[in-house]
């Protein structure tokens, strides 16, 4: 049978432009009505232009455009050869494209994708590389071929080629198919009008939906409903958002599905579609996920899509886990959850109800046209980054596949669920790691069930359990209290530490010389050597840790010993020039440590930071933070598996590390710990002759 050959240059330029979005933005909308001769297409054009849903469409038979496109109308076209015929059915739909692009109109038209005679091997595509161009949807009457048999049969008034049943439904699996794959190829989206629906009820429904998504933006309709489900008595402070399919538990619904209404005709040889899909040009762009709504729309009735959605939750048994965490969630006023999917919302939505959370718990998602949305996982990154900068929340995400890295990334915090080797993402490893080597992503995995293999190694992917007490604080703690109250708090893995002695009375006593304006010079360096050699002793110790080595005793044996875990292996930066007397005084107490000055960020050099384990960032003030995050930023692209990064400073200022800032956003990203004599509210930044580092070196009068 013939199929359309299409040049590969503008196959490829065109899907490179669909996962992009331009294609739908270029285009007017424009949704061509194939099916064989007798399908009713004609019929179906006449009903639809009295239907006052769809006053901004326009009409047409392709017929009817290719008779005012050629002199001497249908007749003259008949007596052309198909190279002439071929232009001149590509003039008409460029024509019509660009009639409806001024006029601002959309159009449904009637069309013909092949025209095959029963005695011929082949049939003849009729169909050109314009009408793909042009059309932004393809819907196909999937009439049973008997019915067709029977219509052509009783209609006098045309004249058509004899055919048999049997090859008019070889006619029409050949078209569905090929249309099928084209439009994929061309970012055109394809649907089938079932048989056992009506076909006008179907394909009205089916146009309105196209216009407006044409619209609509699909963004802001996702966030409007999140919002929606945030809502409650008490603000929010803290937002889980999670992923459903092999997240939730470790069942993919989609697949269930398609399982499910196939399965049985086809075995186990039978193949996803989805999976055909995605893999197609479309990607997992958004026209790729609308496809799949389609193909969802296509399969069952809305009664028939939901009752099979209620038998699939109630086979999918949520990790007792997640079960555990949404209660406790459940029990906090100002958590809250979300669960964002690009699968299938009613079968999660029910296992949610029947998991007793649907009354608090809502799913985002798409599957049927009455969804409305469509997430991506584009959508996902833009609705945490949404919830965290515009609403000013704070984000835990959870996700288990390559979709959901670009949500992990936007978070401030992140869980990765690694499941059962069999059943998970085989191209998350390979994600995860370039997400972790190049774009500096810190997350944390979760084994669900327990018994799972871990996902890359524990260092580069820490593990952790959802029921370890120090998580749960993490997620129920209101986010007004932005510090912790002690060093023993710092050390649990990624998690944000912010450890301070500024209501101690040894703060008070090491802060008065460095806050006395007569000090300044050797004596100001002095004080300062002394803070920082408080500061590692009393908090670098706790966060970094302590190591037991061997040391001679005075009687002559062996004892144990004690000195920073990773001492030798340790690097000391001196933000210069505040930065250097601190810097002396941490080296004086981790003497075995390298220390190394640092104008800039590029003075740090591979050397510094190549076997280390520890590197220690020094400042003497920290005020908006943007130096030490350019450092922060340096270190970490240097090297990716420090054991410890840890910021030190005599003063910070409160507002460089509440939530919501950069400073703090890049802290909890990398795992970097902050370590100060104390923290200010006030806003106060030294210059010239009040610049800590003119006063630690006499230079004031240079100022």
């Not at 009637?110 to 009408?131: I, Q, R």
């Not at 007792?320 to 949404?326: G, R, V, W």
Request: hydrophobic share 40%; net charge neutral.
């Amino acid at each position: 049978m013939a199929t359309l050959t299409l040049p590969h240059a503008s196959s490829s330029s065109l899907a490179a432009e669909v996962k992009s979005g331009r294609v739908r933005e270029q285009k007017p909308l424009v949704i061509g009505l194939y099916g064989l001769p007798g399908s009713g297409k004609s019929t179906l054009i006449n009903q639809m232009k009295f239907e006052h849903e769809l006053k901004n469409f326009d009409f047409y038979e392709g017929s009817e455009l290719i008779s005012t496109t050629v002199p001497g109308g249908l007749t003259a076209f008949a007596r052309l050869d198909e190279k002439e015929k071929r232009s001149v059915r590509e003039r008409a739909i460029a024509s019509l494209a660009e009639d409806c692009l001024a006029r601002k109109r959309a159009a449904l038209v009637a069309g013909h994708y092949m025209f095959w005679p029963e005695e011929d091997l082949k049939g003849n595509v009729v169909a050109t590389t314009s009408d793909f161009h042009v059309y932004t949807h393809i819907i196909y009457l999937d009439i049973p071929a008997p019915a067709i048999l029977e219509r052509r049969q009783g209609d006098v008034n045309r004249h058509r080629l004899t055919a048999s049943a049997a090859h008019l439904h070889q006619w029409q699996r050949a078209e569905i198919y090929q249309l099928r794959d084209l439009c994929r190829q061309h970012g055109v989206l394809f649907s089938v009008v079932p048989q056992h629906t009506d076909p006008f009820a179907f394909i009205l429904k089916l146009a309105r939906h196209f216009e407006q998504t044409n619209a609509r933006c699909n963004l802001g309709l996702v966030l409007n409903k999140v919002k929606a489900a945030l809502i409650s008595q008490e603000r929010a402070e803290t937002v889980l958002v999670v992923d459903a399919d092999k997240t939730l538990a470790g069942e993919d619904g989609g697949y269930m599905f398609w399982q499910a209404l196939n399965g049985s005709s086809h075995g186990v040889s039978y193949s996803c579609p989805l999976t055909s899909l995605f893999s197609s040009p479309l990607g997992y762009s958004e026209a790729a996920f609308r496809q799949a709504t389609l193909l969802y729309e296509e399969s069952a009735s809305e009664k028939e899509f939901e009752a099979l959605c209620d038998k699939l939750a109630s086979s999918i048994t949520m990790h007792p886990e997640f079960i555990a965490l949404f209660q406790l969630v459940c029990g906090h006023k100002h958590l809250r959850v979300v669960v964002l999917t690009c699968g299938i919302r009613c079968i999660w939505q029910m296992v949610l109800d029947k998991a007793g959370f649907g009354h608090m718990i809502k799913v985002i998602g798409g599957g049927r046209i009455a969804d409305e949305v469509v997430v991506t996982s584009k959508i996902k990154a833009e609705v945490v980054s949404s919830l965290r900068e515009q609403t000013g929340l704070y984000v835990w995400a959870f996700g288990d596949s390559p979709l959901d890295l670009p949500m992990l990334e936007a978070a401030n915090r992140s869980i990765v669920v690694s499941g059962d080797v069999q059943n998970r993402s085989r191209s998350m490893d390979d994600a995860l790691r370039d997400a972790i080597d190049t774009r500096g992503l810190c997350s944390l995995q979760v084994l669900l069930p327990p018994h799972a293999t871990p996902r890359l190694d524990t260092r580069k992917l820490p593990l952790i359990e959802l029921s370890d007490p120090n998580f749960v604080a993490a997620i129920v703690r209101r986010r007004n209290s932005e510090t912790l109250a002690s060093a023993t708090k710092a050390a649990w893995t990624c998690d944000w530490a912010m450890v301070h002695a500024t209501h101690t009375s040894a703060a008070k006593l090491l802060m008065s010389p460095t806050r006395d304006a007569s000090v300044a010079g050797p004596r100001l360096r002095k004080a300062h050597e002394e803070v920082g050699k408080f500061l590692a002793l009393q908090f670098l110790s706790e966060v970094v840790g302590i190591e037991e080595f061997n040391v001679p005793h005075v009687q002559g044996h062996q004892i144990a010993g004690f000195r920073l875990a990773n001492e030798s292996q340790t690097t000391i930066v001196a933000l210069m020039r505040g930065g250097e007397p601190m810097a002396f005084g941490i080296n004086e107490a981790f003497p075995r440590a390298m220390l190394v000055h640092a104008y800039c960020p590029e003075d740090i050099k591979l050397h510094h930071v190549g076997n280390q384990k520890n590197v220690i960032l020094v400042d003497s003030v920290v005020n908006s933070g943007k130096s030490i995050m350019n450092f922060i930023h340096h270190v970490t692209l240097l090297k990716k598996d420090l054991t410890n990064i840890v910021a030190v400073a005599g003063v910070v200022q409160e507002e460089a590390v509440a939530d919501g800032h950069a400073l703090r956003a890049m802290m909890e990203q990398h795992r970097v710990k902050m370590v100060a004599l104390r923290v200010s509210s006030n806003k106060f930044t030294g210059t010239k002759t009040t610049d800590t580092g003119n006063r630690l070196f006499n230079t004031t009068h240079l100022a």
